[in-house]
């Protein structure tokens, strides 16, 4: 059963312009949303992260949309790199009480073309 | 900078065998994660630790052991690998006790023939 789910498993988008990526939730104690980012050959890295309290995360390039009641979360790359190709899966958490447990989506790998 | 090591890039090993992966954090983090990444499943959970000597079970925890003797080395035991443990492996850790930004580790691809 997966909890979090990123139905496109990849995306091509020119350089300059806008990647969108999508992920999906169903379990609606999750309260803490993240992406993070995995280049070839190395561990994910944290990119950006928001709390359900938000609707919306900005840090650069990289804004973060969350709707609630869809259970619908994406991120936003403007403009797009190609050093932004990389696979971006999305996670997410509720209040466990010890260490967080994230569950993580499949992923999208994202292709940014010149 | 935050430097999680794990021990081996490639592996491989024979079915049946005992399998270790080693895992050490250099930034004196509380939490210890271990996940495997297969293709078109995204990171499972496999087995967490939240201080020294304490363990949980993740999502997928069959077939795994896992120890942590002291606060800096967290490993992953396969007591008798099986070619469906055939997998990228993937040390994290994290600060706080509620701290869900990780720091992982490049992984280990471990292949049982």
């Known amino acids: 059963d997966q909890q979090v789910k990123q139905n496109s498993p990849s995306l091509s988008v020119q350089e300059g312009r806008i990647s969108i990526l999508n992920c999906d939730y169903t379990n609606s104690m999750f309260d803490y949303f993240l992406w993070y980012k995995k280049y070839p050959a190395e561990g994910p890295t944290f990119l950006i992260s928001i709390s359900s309290i938000k609707d919306k995360n900005e840090d650069g390039r990289f804004t973060v949309f969350l709707n609630k009641s869809a259970k619908h979360l994406s991120l936003h790359i403007v403009p797009s790199q190609p050093g932004d190709s990389a696979v971006y899966f999305c996670a997410a958490t509720g209040n466990t009480g010890t260490a967080s447990k994230l569950t993580f989506g499949t992923g999208t790998r994202l292709q940014v073309t010149l | 900078d935050v430097k999680v090591t794990q021990s081996s890039r490639y592996l491989v090993k024979r079915t049946g065998e005992k399998v270790f992966l080693e895992c050490v954090q250099d930034?004196?983090?509380?939490?210890m994660f271990w996940y495997r990444q297969d293709p078109g499943l995204g990171l499972r959970l496999i087995y967490f630790?939240?201080?020294?000597?304490?363990?949980e079970k993740g999502d997928i925890p069959e077939g795994y052991s896992v120890s942590r003797e002291k606060k800096e080395r967290f490993s992953l035991i396969l007591e008798s690998a099986s070619t469906n443990q055939t997998s990228m492996y993937l040390c994290?850790?994290?600060?706080?006790?509620?701290?869900?930004?990780?720091?992982f580790g490049s992984g280990t691809q471990l292949s049982v023939l």
């Open positions: 630790s939240y201080d020294v000597k304490m363990k």
């Open positions: 994290a850790s994290s600060l706080l006790l509620r701290d869900e930004k990780l720091f």
């Open positions: 930034m004196d983090h509380e939490n």
